[in-house]
């Protein structure tokens, strides 16, 4: 259990749903993050949110769209997404000025 | 692009020390040196984070030459479920955690 939690755990969709992934973490960090990792491939940075503000938008394409309400909360919502877009999508936290990154258990996505 | 490079796989039997060099030519004067384990279908974890020198806990040492342009993690005798991937990175709290391909650690019985 590392404080950041992440849900669902795995996901199948359509090409032409509407979904959200969420990710919570009680750790009081001030920084989230998403990344993707495709099969045997390194992770890759998607997006960064510093106290609430998204400070890196790693040319992610607009079908995904993320959301921070708050420091706690952080979403990805996903719209007519491609089969080339099914991965593990990773959660992860930290302090601004603490580099230790917590991360939570991913989610699956399947997109058919 | 990740700043580090470390070897793509290794192997080791258990009870065996295990030695994975990370090299980091461009390391700024601000960024720190973390690793992370990585299991299959999990999240990366953090195993060790240091500065310069020598860098200890209850899972592995962390050894970094005066140049820091390079550094190797140790883990004193690994166990079957040390098999995972394990990350080496360079980052401070201004710039991105990028990871790179990671080395492959495999363990024997």
């Known amino acids: 259990e590392t404080g950041v939690t992440q849900t669902p755990r795995h996901l199948v969709m359509g090409m032409t749903n509407k979904k959200s992934l969420k990710c919570e973490q009680h750790l009081g960090h001030n920084a989230m993050y998403w990344y993707k990792q495709s099969a045997k491939k390194p992770l890759e940075l998607m997006f960064v949110?510093?106290?609430?503000?998204?400070?890196e938008n790693n040319s992610v394409p607009s079908r995904f769209s993320p959301e921070c309400p708050n420091s706690s909360h952080l979403f990805l919502h996903l719209h007519t997404l491609q089969p080339e877009d099914s991965a593990l999508y990773l959660c992860?936290?930290?302090?601004?000025?603490?580099?230790?990154?917590?991360f939570g258990q991913g989610t699956r996505l399947t997109v058919v | 692009l990740a700043k580090t490079t470390q070897p793509i796989s290794m192997d080791s039997y258990e009870g065996q020390e295990v030695n994975i060099t990370c090299s980091h030519n461009?390391?700024?004067?601000?960024?720190?040196i973390t690793w992370y384990q990585q299991f299959p279908s999990q999240g990366p974890r953090f195993i060790i984070q240091g500065y310069k020198t020598k860098v200890t806990n209850e899972v592995a040492s962390l050894f970094i030459p005066a140049d820091r342009k390079s550094s190797t993690l140790s883990l004193p005798r690994v166990s079957l479920s040390d098999t995972a991937v394990y990350y080496c990175l360079v980052y401070s709290s201004a710039s991105k955690i990028i990871f790179g391909s990671g080395t492959r650690l495999s363990i024997r019985p």
């Open positions: 992860a936290s930290s302090q601004v000025t603490n580099t230790e990154a917590f």
């Open positions: 949110y510093n106290f609430k503000e998204q400070t």
């Open positions: 461009n390391i700024a004067t601000n960024d720190y």
